[in-house]
């Protein structure tokens, strides 16, 4: 019997949804886990940096961050941030608050994402 007191509220009698595991013997415990995805696109991508060229002898994740560099050697910007923050860390951007009076926030000061700054800016060329 379903019923809810004046302030809207379960009352006894009220049948639970979701019951917890009774114990180890349970049947209803998952004991071998999630089920891996059929179609992951990291795994795969690992598999494929991991292959490695019979002629140079490097990985395909080796010649690719080489063509990286050579990039940024020829001035591409992108190529040089890139490896600047994988070799750096990426730089936090801090914004200070102000209220409608003109006041500083104190202490408040928002981190901002530079992945979140870089949505608002165009795409490399």
Do not use: C, H, Y
Request: aromatic share 4%.
């Amino acid at each position: 019997m379903n019923t809810t007191n004046d302030a809207g509220t379960k009352t006894a009698g009220q049948q639970r949804r979701g019951r917890p595991f009774t114990g180890a013997n349970d049947p209803r415990i998952n004991r071998r886990g999630r089920p891996p995805k059929e179609l992951a696109i990291a795994p795969m991508l690992r598999d494929i940096a991991g292959e490695t060229d019979p002629g140079t002898k490097r990985t395909r994740l080796e010649e690719l961050l080489r063509k990286v560099f050579e990039n940024a050697l020829a001035g591409q910007s992108w190529a040089v941030n890139f490896i600047a923050e994988r070799l750096e860390g990426r730089v936090q951007d801090r914004v200070a608050i102000e209220d409608e009076r003109n006041n500083a926030a104190g202490p408040l000061v928002m981190v901002l994402a530079r992945s979140a700054i870089r949505a608002m800016q165009p795409p490399p060329q």
